[in-house]
């Protein structure tokens, strides 16, 4: 996996920096898994994309019937645009994961990419997580930092807004939950597992067995989420095993709420930090 070997090599005092192109490399390569899994399944629930069903077009709603925008919008709410839309996701998720060391295809596959989920989310608003938020976000930057000229100047810009990204989302987060009245309580987490949507994994009901594992665990998410920054600070080998708990993080959390794609979009970031 290419953000692996991308920490080992950091790890390594006795070898060179990574390079820019492998820190490209590292942070596309999940995202690029995260967006296969997410059109494959998209592409298994096709159904749901009718106009009567949970997942329906809704961009068409509020704009003026008969006009040119409408249309397009009524178009863009189909079924058919739909299952069109997951198709591009997936054409472009797997060109940018054959990418690896070409920054110019990697540019053209991330944009195409931006594109496709951008309008997928403007057909329906809803049925995302964060992950999905920033795998949209990172294929963003990349289009827009490939109109600056210089290339060292645009990779650079393009890695340090990823980090900016990454630190404000995590912090942004725990700051949040600091300010919850459940979260201080020790009880969102529970409240959160009860619910059908996120309760239902194996994972989850092992967890609402225990309650102060329940408690705790809802403590220590914001104040890890809140203390995430101090890893732009900490000798680099301490920040590199606190990625790796941050991903254990994530991994517990898509097992616990049943979530597969929620590793992807995160690790990607953790790449350019």
Not at 120 to 138: C, F, K, L, N, W
Not at 231 to 250: C, E, M, N
Not at 252 to 262: I, K, Q, S, W, Y
């Amino acid at each position: 996996v290419p953000w692996s070997s991308f920490l080992s090599r950091c790890c390594n005092d006795q070898l060179n920096p990574p390079t820019k192109q492998e820190a490209l490399d590292a942070t596309f390569a999940p995202i690029a898994i995260g967006q296969i899994l997410a059109s494959v399944e998209n592409l298994c629930v096709a159904k749901l994309y009718e106009s009567d069903q949970l997942l329906r077009g809704t961009s068409a709603r509020d704009a003026k019937p008969q006009t040119l925008k409408h249309r397009l919008l009524t178009i863009l709410d189909t079924q058919f645009a739909a299952r069109a839309l997951s198709l591009s996701t997936l054409g472009a998720a797997v060109s940018l994961l054959l990418s690896r060391g070409r920054r110019r295809p990697q540019i053209v596959a991330a944009t195409a990419l931006a594109i496709s989920t951008a309008l997928s989310e403007h057909r329906t608003p809803y049925g995302r997580d964060g992950a999905d938020q920033m795998t949209s976000v990172i294929t963003q930057y990349r289009a827009i930092s490939a109109f600056i000229p210089n290339r060292n100047r645009s990779d650079d810009v393009f890695l340090r807004a990823v980090n900016v990204q990454a630190g404000l989302s995590y912090f942004v987060s725990g700051l949040s939950k600091a300010f919850g009245p459940s979260w201080v309580r020790g009880e969102a987490l529970g409240e959160i597992l009860q619910t059908q949507v996120y309760g239902g994994s194996s994972a989850a009901q092992a967890l609402k067995k225990s309650a102060w594992l329940m408690k705790g665990a809802t403590w220590v998410t914001p104040i890890w989420e809140l203390t995430f920054p101090l890893i732009y600070v900490i000798p680099a080998r301490w920040g590199v095993s606190g990625l790796s708990v941050d991903k254990i993080f994530h991994m517990g959390v898509a097992a616990n709420m049943e979530l597969p794609r929620f590793v992807w979009g995160f690790t990607g970031s953790h790449a350019a930090v």
